[in-house]
């Protein structure tokens, strides 16, 4: 066990010739298996799922945003209730995103300049500013286990001029960020690399970042749109720069298919609502691809989700079930799905660790590809 304010990395096996590994990352509240998938809990909650349904689908580390939670309640309420972890009811680790990409997804609502970003709430309108040094007190009032530095995310497409001056003035908001820390027993701070989509400037970013000594990296600046070639071939730039000797962390990837690639060039973090939101829509992540419950075909399948899948939902409930909930939109459908499709992200963590320990992450590779059969279509006939 680790102290308050730092923790522990320590790789424990790799793929011969490769890049992917499996570590453990040992916090103050307990140790983390990577790599690791990370339920978004973006408001101070895992959407429909409580903190004994997160134990109990195998999450060791959740995580919250910066963005959302000062607006409502308030970091200054969240601190007074005791912390994020009281606060929400949770005694494992938890990793805040410091707000920049919810701050870049404002682009019409807000003005950035070299001290920070102005923008309009969500909620009310009001204005907003949030700088470096406010998004790291924000994140020590909140009291996670892991933080995360302010950056500008790159906007997808964005000319090299463009994206050249974001990845600077990123850098220069770490350098503001690491400086603003109030508490060596608060949160770790990790480091963001950005650089858009081209290859030079990301390894130059990764470089730069990394120079600054963040026990942590994470990529930013991904899944905004660009094609997944030319995705999978940034994270392999920052990969073959970044020091080995700390985790790596993919910022908001979040398919399966995203999963298993970044883990293959050695990432060790990933969070995205992808696995909840979709359960909130009725969408079904299986090994065979993505399962539409209200499509009229399970009315009456007696079928769970996917045989010899080890969650409560399917250990106890058909997708003829399922279904029924879903179409009436009763909140139970909403608690079951989630149930099901978190477990199955984090099986597939749990899955891809065991193959590489076992030296067979290749056939674990061509495995999750040969076993999936493609999407179904959501336009089906859905009628009761």
């Known amino acids: 066990m680790v102290g308050p304010g730092s923790l522990k990395f320590t790789e424990l096996a790799r793929v011969p010739g490769g890049r992917a590994r499996i570590a453990i990352l040992q916090t103050a509240r307990g140790q983390i298996q990577t790599p690791a998938f990370m339920p978004v809990g973006t408001q101070g909650s895992v959407k429909a799922l409580g903190p004994d349904d997160l134990r109990a689908v195998g999450a060791d580390i959740i995580l919250a945003n910066t963005y959302h939670l000062l607006l409502r309640p308030g970091p200054e309420t969240v601190a007074k209730l005791g ?18 990409y919810q701050v870049f997804s ?120 660009e094609e997944a070639p030319r995705r999978r071939e940034m ?51 299986t090994r ?8 009229r075909r399970y009315k009456e399948d007696e079928r769970p989700v996917e045989e010899g899948c080890p969650c409560y939902t399917c250990r106890r409930f058909s997708r003829g079930y399922l279904r029924h909930l879903y179409m009436s939109r009763e ?14 992200y984090l099986s597939l963590m749990r899955q891809a660790r065991e193959a590489i320990f076992q030296g067979r992450f290749r056939g674990f590779y061509d495995d999750f590809y040969n076993a999936r059969v493609g999407e179904e279509d959501d336009a089906e006939n859905n009628q009761y």
């Open 83 to 100: 912390g994020l972890h009281k606060f929400m009811g949770w005694t494992g680790a938890i990793l805040t995103d410091s707000g920049g």
């Open 235 to 285: 994270i392999d730039v920052v990969s073959e720069v970044a020091p080995r000797d700390r985790p790596l962390y993919l910022m908001g990837l979040g398919t399966p298919e995203d999963l298993v690639e970044g883990i293959a060039r050695g990432a060790d973090l990933f969070d995205c609502v992808l696995p909840t939101r979709n359960a909130r829509n009725g969408q079904l992540f």
């Open 288 to 295: 065979f691809g993505r399962l539409v419950i209200k499509n």
């Open 106 to 225: 404002l682009a019409d609502l807000r003005r950035l300049d070299e001290e920070g970003v102005t923008f309009r709430s969500h909620l009310d309108g009001s204005e907003v500013f949030l700088s470096p040094e406010k998004a790291i007190a924000v994140q020590e009032a909140l009291g996670p286990d892991i933080m995360m530095a302010f950056d500008e995310c790159t906007p997808y497409p964005a000319d090299r001029e463009e994206t050249r001056a974001s990845a600077e003035l990123t850098f220069r908001w770490a350098k503001r960020c690491l400086a603003a820390r109030a508490r060596e027993d608060g949160p770790v701070l990790f480091g963001i690399i950005q650089g858009g989509m081209f290859a030079d400037l990301r390894r130059t970013s990764a470089e730069q970042i990394a120079s600054l000594g963040f026990p942590g990296l994470a990529v930013g600046g991904l899944a905004v749109g």
């Open 331 to 344: 909140i139970l459908a909403y608690r079951l799905n989630t149930i099901h499709n978190l477990t199955y």
